[in-house]
């Protein structure tokens, strides 16, 4: 169709930047966040801490494009040829037009990422001293019942019995059913382990499982497993895939068999062996018997020969008697002699040494003394009542009472002082005149320096 240059619709005319800018907008919009997994490849860390690197398939790849903020939340080192999944937002690179993703989050795929979290409990329960040699358990050397953790229905349970029935068929034998691979198997033999240890029937536990991939031994990898192991109070023999898997149950346990055989003869005997070893020990019983008749017999013959008639026997015992009885009594007598002689000895010292003189001595002493003090008691008091007389006397002539019943008094102030001079008054003072009975209280009308008659 021609249209007339007037009615021709206006051209919109992109650049190439609109363009680019549009497509990231819809692709951004238009697609979630979405998971991915696939193989890194190119990878390259540039100085900005940032990751570029390819994610492939067998068919394609894409380019991925992974910033330092979230890479350094990583908990492994990418490598080219590492399987990974990744959640990532589906965006375009405008400077070349190219769509990527730009990563959010990585972690190792499959048994990448299985390996990495069995390193870390594997370290995290060695700290703990979960798998210490010290706390490994001895098996016993004949167990009365053995006890097998496993998959009822698998090879493992098949090829244990097998050995238990050629090596020892006399060991009675309990399987304790559980799953080996899913989601829960991991509980369901810990609980199982719970049981055993709780019922004790048996005295050597087996866990086994045939071989495998990690993720199908993965139940055995398991934290709550192992603790299950080291929490049980019977020893475990871990037999667990093929012997070049190893699994945490292995390091838990008392004791690692490379096989479920293997494990079925680590904790079962060898029946011809300990048949030779009963053999053995039989003759040895046989012959320990025969010589401890022998030895019996002769001592038997032997004090046969030494064993006398009773009679005679009681006739030497009546007669030893007799001679015993006849030492006693001579001794009896002997000791009350003896006996006697110092009782004589201790009564003449008695009578040499009693106080009974000593007393008659001290007391007559003791009157003699009393009478002399009581003489010389009687002398001192009258002495005694001399001189207080005569003392008496002399008081008598110097004392102020006797001048105060002559008519004289004693005159003192009021501070008690007494008066010897008309100086040591003033008229008006207040004075006190001590007779011979009684007292005055005067005041001092005039004081005269001479006696007046």
Not at 76 to 97: K, M, Q, W
Not at 189 to 204: N, S, T, W, Y
Not at 210 to 231: C, M, Q, T
Request: charged share 30%; proline share 5%.
């Amino acid at each position: 169709m021609i249209y007339p240059p007037q009615s021709r619709p206006e051209r919109e005319i992109f650049t190439v930047s609109r363009l680019n800018r549009e497509v990231r907008s819809l692709l951004e919009l238009s697609l979630p966040l979405i998971w991915l997994e696939g193989e890194l490849s190119n990878l390259a860390r540039p100085g900005s801490g940032h990751l570029y690197f390819s994610l492939k398939d067998e068919k394609a790849q894409v380019r991925c494009a992974m910033f330092r903020m979230r890479n350094m939340h990583l908990r492994f080192r990418p490598e080219n040829g590492t399987h990974v999944l990744v959640r990532a937002r589906v965006g375009l690179y405008e400077a070349r037009g190219e769509y990527q993703l730009i990563i959010e989050h990585m972690e190792e795929a499959g048994d990448g990422a299985l390996r990495r979290r069995f390193e870390e409990l594997k370290a995290r329960l060695a700290k703990e001293g979960l798998f210490d040699e010290s706390a490994k358990r001895p098996l016993p050397v004949l167990p009365r019942q053995i006890g097998i953790i496993t998959s009822p229905t698998g090879a493992a349970v098949r090829d244990i019995l097998t050995v238990l029935r050629r090596r020892f068929p006399a060991i009675p034998i309990i399987v304790y059913p559980v799953p080996v691979q899913g989601i829960e198997a991991g509980r369901e033999i810990a609980k199982m382990f719970a049981k055993a240890g709780a019922r004790r029937e048996c005295d050597v536990l087996i866990v086994a499982r045939g071989g495998g991939s990690l993720e199908d031994l993965w139940a055995f990898n398991e934290e709550v497993v192992a603790r299950a192991i080291r929490d049980s109070p019977i020893p475990v023999v871990s037999a667990v895939g093929h012997e070049i898997d190893f699994t945490i149950a292995d390091f838990a346990a008392d004791m690692r068999a490379p096989t479920p055989s293997a494990a079925a003869e680590v904790v079962s005997p060898d029946r011809i062996d300990w048949l030779e070893r009963l053999s053995t020990r039989k003759a040895q019983l046989r012959r320990c018997m025969n010589s401890r008749l022998q030895q019996s017999s002769q001592r038997l013959h032997w004090l046969e020969k030494r064993l006398k008639h009773p009679g005679r026997r009681l006739t030497e015992i009546a007669q030893r008697l007799d001679e015993m009885e006849q030492r006693m009594r001579r001794a009896q007598r002997g000791h009350l002699r003896h006996l006697t002689a110092r009782l004589d000895r201790a009564r003449a010292h008695l009578a040499r040494v009693a106080p009974i003189h000593r007393l008659q001595h001290l007391e007559a002493h003791r009157c003699e003394l009393e009478r002399r003090l009581h003489v010389a008691t009687e002398h001192r008091r009258e002495r005694a009542a001399q001189r207080l007389a005569s003392a008496a006397r002399a008081l008598d002539s110097v004392s102020p009472l006797a001048t105060l019943s002559r008519g004289y008094a004693v005159i003192s102030r009021e501070d008690d002082t007494v008066v010897r001079r008309n100086t040591d008054v003033r008229t008006g003072d207040r004075i006190t005149a001590r007779l011979h009975e009684g007292r005055l209280v005067c005041r001092v009308e005039e004081t005269l320096a001479k006696n007046n008659d």
